[in-house]
């Protein structure tokens, strides 16, 4: 350690913000791997990316969260300007839709991967800045847009190697039609939406408990239970559910915009034990209008991987015309949690592939020329990048062997490159395997090739002069 | 179009905050390109992956940044904490180097690729949020660290392209001693940095006239003229000002400091032509102890591209142990000015490689099953996405062909498969290239290829089945 202990000196404490965190290698290593997938998937389906700024104009975020609006992280500016941190990549694609409607050809279809920050209270698996993943389409009215984010997110989860999970499916419409078919009036509607919305958490009777505690009737409450818990194939319970709302023409049309969505998906060849009708599902936000969305995820329980819904109204609320919207938010902090639980991605310890060791010649100290030793492992590191390899050297030439092997050690590069006066006069480069302390010799000419070949027999094919997946 | 002039509705008009910026897919395409370079050559330096918060303690970033420290975006958050926005990497990484002292192994190599925020004034070429793209080492007193910056700047800019760049270097002992040698009181040392780092902008008799100005002697103002214009070679330099200086060790230590650092830079094979002493540069930073750096580009004239140097205090001011650093810090948003100049990176128009349009039969309007046109189109785009292609389908089965070719020509998408009913029947898709008009038929099972063959006569091989590079 080059530190030196000032003892008396005050130094300013670090930390770091409570629910805000920083991603060492290892993590981000993981991290990239997961988010090289999301965007792979996105843009085999055709959806490009889009970035917009952290900051907002308050009036641009408000008005839209329902009470979770005091989450926003909300001050002003140099200028006086009452701001606020991006709190979803929805509110800010609607605004986007709206202020570059000239430029943008529509169905317009996005993605857009980046943090977003709420003021929430910090607790396991909440954080205050987190990424979402987002996938939407502006400017379709069609099921078809609806059906494709659905396709999206289930090749995503896929791909990332899930080993069991189901996208909900309900209509906002629906949903609204609940209250009404159960005879509640408009006012009582919330506390059935949140109520049912209760159901995998409470069970059944604990709905009905909390439906009756909160003044709704003992046959009412039986009637929504009734319907929400309706069983059986799609298309029956479709049928069922049409019958019962005959008399309701806005629950008609979402029951046959989720008609013809599952058909759609059975068209794109969607793997049909992933998307369910799940009529008891319910979503938050105020501004979605159609299908909604929900994956939950059991094993682990983290809960919603992954939301969306239709959203007709949104854009207009900036441009002053109906734009319908689609689409799907994939939460990066559970998805890794489910990543981490099973082992699915097992990333690499370290970017290096190959350390070059300096051995230094002991009399050159002090020499503004760097001895030959330590000439010879710069050029040795310059070649091996040159030849694609993802090579270090270290950088500190007064350190012995020794603490070079503890650091790679330590760090998990899997190999060192020795190159000492011995090996150079004989054209070879000494190199050793950091697992299992192996050494071998390798002409010079041939070291690049020699170190991948070793490194695919130790991690595959991919792990070579190809970058990591990312 | 299918939105819907409701003229009186009141909207909320759709506003970007001065200073901050949307990026579209065809920027955004380029951006990625960009990034993706930059991170390929700092991990085949085996820079390693970071990310810190966005929000930091406000007595985490303030001290730091000298007179600009006004710029930095605070604000009291939901528990009444005084926070800002991020204003570099450098000084997050000291934070982090500082907090995570047990887990990091020393020499600590990362990069970071992250917004910024500075509430400046924006004019053209400046903006409140931009990227930086920062590589440093924490841990390593030694030379070699500086040099692996540099060769890595050297081979990013290399790899994008760019046409002419020097890497300027300087050392701060070497500038604080300026005012030194040329006799000019402590106090007096600003004036003198503020002057000698315009003289590229001004000039020589600029910088005379400017030191004068504020109260410098004629003979005092020609004695650091005449210092931060020696000429020569690298070598001839630092003798010479070894000579001046012979009697401020202070500034002998820096001169030794840069022998070895252009000693190590030609050992590691860094071209001669992309770096050199320049004894006028300064950088304003407060944190700086060592050797400095910067690159600027003249063609287009876009000022500063890169920048950089050593710090051993600042992580100490965390910590309280001294702890060596330095790196380097790539601006990209004037990056991409050249890049756009010269036209480095042409980026492709859309993400989509080809377009599968929906060829629907009449009569199935209403239908909640999809009509034999649809569910093919489906399929046949699930089909190529299997194959690695990037494949989109029409999102509106309402449309006709027209409308469909008019949205392929606007997106910049090359290729249209149509598979009608005569296709269907006959075993073929029909392929128009968008470029020339021209329309081929290809067998349904050979499809995939056909285009993967298509776009490699187009694009290059690159541009098939592998992702976009990013």
Chains 1, 2 share one sequence.
Not at 323 to 349: M, Q
Not at 383 to 389: F, H, I, K, Q, T
Not at 421 to 444: C, F, I, S
Request: glycine share 10%; aromatic share 6%.
């Amino acid at each position: 350690m080059t530190e030196t202990d000032k003892g008396g000196r005050k130094a300013l404490r670090p930390q770091l913000l409570s629910g805000f965190r920083d991603f060492l290698p290892q993590q981000m290593l993981l991290r990239q791997q997961v988010l090289g997938r999301l965007r792979e998937v996105f843009e085999r389906h055709g959806y490009e990316p889009l970035d917009t700024p952290a900051l907002e104009y308050a009036a641009t975020l408000t008005g839209k969260y329902g009470e979770d609006e005091k989450l926003l992280y909300r001050f002003q500016d140099h200028g006086g300007r009452e701001v606020g941190l991006r709190y979803d990549l929805t509110v800010p694609l609607a605004r986007v839709a709206a202020l570059h409607a000239n430029d943008l050809v529509l169905p317009f279809k996005r993605y857009h991967i980046a943090p977003v920050w709420r003021g929430d209270r910090p607790q396991r698996g909440r954080f205050r800045e987190f990424y979402q993943c987002d996938v939407d389409t502006v400017g379709s009215p069609s099921m078809l847009a609806d059906a494709e984010a659905i396709a999206t997110v289930a090749e995503a989860l896929q791909l990332l190697g899930f080993p069991e999970f189901t996208i909900q499916i309900n209509h906002r419409r629906i949903v609204s039609g609940l209250a009404r078919l159960a005879g509640v009036p408009e006012e009582g509607a919330g506390t059935i939406y949140r109520a049912v919305d209760k159901i995998e958490k409470i069970g059944p009777a604990g709905v009905r408990d909390e439906l009756i505690a909160r003044g709704i009737g003992a046959d009412v409450a039986d009637r929504v239970l009734d319907l929400v818990q309706l069983r059986g194939g799609t298309a029956e319970m479709l049928a069922e559910l049409r019958e019962r709302a005959a008399n309701l023409p806005e629950v008609l049309g979402g029951i046959e915009d989720l008609e013809r969505l599952f058909g759609l998906l059975a068209a794109l060849g969607v793997p049909r034990e992933h998307y369910a009708l799940q009529l008891s599902m319910v979503r938050g936000l105020d501004y979605y209008t159609g299908p909604i969305f929900e994956v939950a995820v059991e094993r682990p329980k983290v809960g919603s991987v992954a939301a969306g819904g239709r959203y007709d109204g949104l854009i207009g609320s900036f441009s002053g015309r109906d734009v319908p919207a689609t689409g799907f938010s994939l939460g990066l902090e559970r998805i890794l949690e489910v990543i981490k639980e099973f082992d699915l991605l097992p990333a690499p310890r370290s970017v290096a592939q190959v350390l070059v060791a300096v051995v230094r010649e002991r009399d050159a100290d002090g020499a503004a020329a760097p001895d030959e030793g330590t000439a010879a492992a710069l050029a040795l590191v310059t070649e091996l990048r040159e030849a694609g390899l993802r090579a270090e050297v270290y950088l500190n030439e007064r350190r012995g062997l020794r603490d070079q092997f503890t650091y790679a050690n330590r760090k998990g590069v899997p190999l060192v490159a020795i190159l000492g006066e011995d090996e150079r006069a004989r054209g070879v480069v000494k190199l050793k395997d950091m697992a299992t302390g192996e050494e071998r010799e390798a002409p010079r000419a041939a070291l690049a090739r020699v170190i991948e070949q070793f490194l695919e027999e130790l991690y595959g094919a991919e792990a070579t002069t190809k970058r990591l997946q990312q």
